[in-house]
């Protein structure tokens, strides 16, 4: 089936300007994931949806990233006044539930931002 | 120190070499252990997943958890070009969901 999808693939912005990121899960799971990953880094986790809810949020950096899910399926991760520091790969994962032994997180083809 | 370490790379073997990526790591409470393959601009791939100690095989690939140590691995038998790839290990407490990933360890095989 189809894995997940995130739009768009590349985003450029300046700096000061407000983003929208979205994430399209797998069909049916139900957790959803946002990390977020620096070049030569490993992917850091951001936000964590269980269902229409955040369940953790305590990965986003400050008060001007915010993520919702408002359905329980398609999530979109926003940002507000993009600094440059905010340019990134922004990964969304999704999985059948959270923390099970089998609940293992698939990723999407990420979002590449850069904040000029 | 971080959580999860892990030698960036580059690693570069020839075609059919044995390859060996590993990962330490400082949390004694982590109890998941997954291997993840990126290819460049692409999102990372699950390759492998392992519960607590021990092995797994899955094809080329072999998993290893010595939860003793703190020291993961991931082996490839017969490398093909085609492995050329990130490898990042991530790592999580039993029962909770937020991946704690390494830097990720670049591989080349060259043909």
């Known amino acids: 089936g189809a894995g997940v999808s995130q739009t768009p693939s590349n985003k450029v912005t300046e700096k000061g300007k407000y983003v929208e990121l979205r994430c399209d899960p797998i069909s049916g799971h139900t957790a959803l994931y946002w990390y977020r990953q620096s070049l030569g880094q490993g992917p850091e986790f951001l936000i964590y949806?269980?269902?229409?809810?955040?369940?953790?949020d305590s990965g986003l950096p400050n008060d001007r990233f915010f993520a919702v899910r408002p359905e329980g399926s398609v999530s979109t991760l926003k940002i507000q006044r993009t600094e440059r520091g905010d340019s990134a790969v922004y990964l969304c994962?999704?999985?059948?539930?959270?923390?099970?032994?089998?609940?293992?997180?698939?990723f999407g083809p990420g979002t590449r931002l850069t904040v000029l | 120190q971080k959580e999860v370490e892990q030698d960036p790379g580059p690693l570069s073997v020839p075609e059919g070499a044995i390859v060996s990526l590993n990962c330490t790591y400082s949390n004694s409470a982590f109890q998941y252990f997954m291997w993840y393959r990126q290819y460049s601009r692409k999102g990372p791939e699950l390759l492998m997943y392992?519960?607590?100690?021990g092995n797994k095989e899955d094809g080329r690939f072999t998993a290893q958890v010595d939860k003793s140590s703190k020291y993961i691995s991931l082996f490839i038998r017969d490398s093909q070009p085609s492995d050329s790839a990130t490898y990042l290990c991530?790592?999580?407490?039993?029962?909770?969901?937020?991946?704690?990933f390494g830097t990720g360890t670049r591989l080349k095989v060259l043909a």
């Open positions: 994962a999704s999985s059948f539930r959270a923390g099970g032994s089998k609940d293992t997180q698939y």
């Open positions: 991530a790592m999580s407490p039993s029962g909770t969901y937020k991946y704690i």
């Open positions: 949806f269980q269902g229409t809810g955040a369940a953790d």
């Open positions: 392992t519960y607590s100690s």
